[in-house]
């Protein structure tokens, strides 16, 4: 039994980790880069999907602030983020073996979706697993975001 299932466009993908799931969206050398080319990998695989239906993204690794988390965005930070952010966008709908924990390891499962016995749809708690992930250090608070406003109004 695959510990993850996802499905893309009607198509259906089933691995046994979330590495071998990374290899698929990323390619299978995406581990074996150094960290500026995994990182412009995420970068250019963010921007493509952001482009096909006109989606805000975040650049953590520029200092940007995820906005709230429930809002439609792609964050850009490493590979739990731009998964989870297909996911939070509805690009994939993501299902995961309850046991296996590769997404929600520490998430109440008892009021999410399923498909079979064992599996638990991750896009319902995508939001929940990407604000723990990221802490209230990498979120825009709506002070930040108002003061953001008003130094755009004034220039």
Do not use: W
């Amino acid at each position: 039994m695959k510990q993850i299932i996802v499905v893309e466009h009607g198509e259906k993908y089933q691995y046994n980790r979330k590495k071998e799931m990374v290899e698929a969206f990323l390619g299978k050398d995406f581990y074996n880069l150094p960290e500026n080319k995994k990182l412009n990998r995420l970068r250019l695989k963010t921007y493509m999907n952001a482009s096909l239906n006109s989606t805000e993204i975040r650049d953590l690794t520029k200092g940007d602030k995820a906005r709230k988390i429930d809002k439609k965005q792609y964050i850009v930070l490493d590979e739990d983020t731009f998964l989870l952010s297909l996911a939070k966008n509805n690009d994939i709908a993501l299902y995961e073996n309850e046991l296996s924990e590769e997404f929600t390891k520490g998430i109440d499962k008892s009021n999410l979706e399923r498909i079979a016995e064992h599996y638990i749809r991750v896009n319902d708690c995508a939001n929940k697993i990407l604000e723990d992930k990221l802490g209230p250090d990498r979120i825009e608070t709506e002070e930040e975001k108002e003061e953001i406003k008003d130094n755009e109004e004034r220039i």
